[in-house]
């Protein structure tokens, strides 16, 4: 009976050191989570300038083009 007490002494033991790791291991994922969120909105916010920048250049081809035909 003792050996079973030991047993399940040793057992909840094990639980408890593998809760407090994944607790660890679950801030660290919740730490590069937010910074790769954080990434992922400068990324988005360069493509939608970059985006805004070609519809000008895009706008302003024709305009190139047809004054070279007028020459």
Avoid: Y
């Amino acid at each position: 009976m003792i050996s079973d007490f030991q047993q399940l002494s040793a057992k909840v033991g094990e639980l408890a050191a593998l809760t407090q790791s994944l607790r660890l291991e679950n801030a660290v994922l919740r730490q590069a989570a937010t910074v790769l969120a954080a990434e992922n909105a400068e990324l988005e916010r360069k493509m939608d300038e970059a985006h805004q920048r070609l519809a000008v250049l895009l706008e302003s081809i024709p305009e190139v083009v047809q004054d070279k035909e007028s020459a």
